[in-house]
């Protein structure tokens, strides 16, 4: 038995240096890399519910820790009418922030939107918003972009895989660089888009990545109670990406399916191909209820080798550590 151990061990250290004494054993196999991050937080609140005195406090508040800030911004997206750009100093650190309000307060609340937070923040912007006597978290844009040598490929990968759970309403617009999870406008509680960006990455160069955005809206946080700025750290990276899942269709189910009805060759050789270029153009989603009027099965998805993958690189990982994930390119099919 010592003998043995002494064999396994041995194995084991020759494993370990092999691996350390050839690169590419690792590159091959960590060539895609995920930075996890918190783009940007919006808080709402209203005069209805905060007294005059209590948006006084606020308001001198952000102005004295505000460095500039812009001339009223003409914007009438979501019945907003103008927005002004704060940038605001916490911790030696700039950061923007927007802050936007309707004349019809009625029904429009004000929005102030921060970019970019550091966990170091979070309890400043706590205090200040503690001046308030009421404020909502109205929702929080998760990132995960996705560095890789083919962009394309990446996207088209995601494109048709990549699904978000009790999507609601979908959304598909002709962008050649967004697609839509969800209907991003309409989604009371989550919603879901994957875009290229081109992103800074220092000395005035910038680089293209491929972005995973996931959006908490304000009925998620309430669902799961979830009140105030600093519940927002609570969230843990795995609470955001169970709601997304990589699936594929699985064609030979459907074909057999096919055979069994009695379809002709050249019916079946037709609807796969069809079924092919929907999925292609990001409609699994909508394929799989296509198949289903054809016959019955909840079979018809089947999960990707890729999403334990991704799930296994991110478990345990905070959004604040911002720490990189790397990922095995070889599990994207081509």
């Not at 918003?129 to 088209?156: G, R």
Request: include cysteine.
């Amino acid at each position: 038995m010592k003998i043995n151990q002494e064999n396994e061990n041995q194995n084991k250290e020759y494993l370990y240096n092999y691996t350390r004494r050839m690169p590419h054993f690792n590159e091959k196999i960590q060539d895609i890399i995920v930075s996890p991050k918190i783009d940007l937080i919006r808080f709402s609140f209203s005069k209805q519910t905060n007294s005059i005195s209590s948006l006084n406090n606020f308001f001198n508040k952000l102005n004295s820790i505000t460095e500039t800030k812009s001339k009223p911004l003409k914007q009438y997206k979501d019945g907003y009418n103008h927005s002004r750009i704060y940038n605001i100093k916490l911790n030696n650190r700039n950061y923007e922030t927007i802050l936007s309000e309707c004349h019809n307060e009625q029904y429009m609340p004000y929005l102030w939107v921060v970019h970019d937070p550091e966990k170091s923040i979070m309890n400043d912007l706590d205090t200040y918003l503690s001046l308030l006597d009421q404020y909502n978290i109205n929702s929080v844009e998760y990132a995960f972009d996705f560095s890789y040598k083919n962009i394309n490929e990446l996207y088209d990968f995601a494109k048709r895989t990549v699904l978000l759970a009790w999507r609601g309403k979908g959304l598909h617009l002709p962008y050649e660089s967004t697609y839509y999870l969800n209907n991003n406008y309409s989604a009371w509680s989550k919603a879901g888009k994957i875009y290229r960006k081109m992103i800074p990455v220092g000395d005035g160069n910038e680089q293209e990545v491929l972005r995973l955005e996931l959006t908490f809206k304000y009925y998620m946080f309430k669902r799961i109670g979830l009140k105030s700025c600093l519940d927002i750290m609570k969230i843990k990276v795995k609470d955001v990406i169970k709601y997304i899942t990589w699936k594929q269709f699985n064609f030979n189910l459907f074909e057999n399916k096919l055979i069994q009805k009695e379809y002709s060759r050249q019916a079946i050789d037709n609807l796969l191909l069809l079924f092919k270029q929907d999925i292609k153009n990001g409609f699994l989603f909508e394929s799989n209820i296509t198949a289903n009027t054809y016959w019955k099965s909840n079979k018809y998805l089947k999960k990707h080798v890729f999403d334990n993958h991704f799930k296994e690189k991110f478990s345990g990982k905070s959004f604040w550590d911002k720490e990189e994930v790397y990922l095995d390119s070889s599990l994207i099919e081509v």
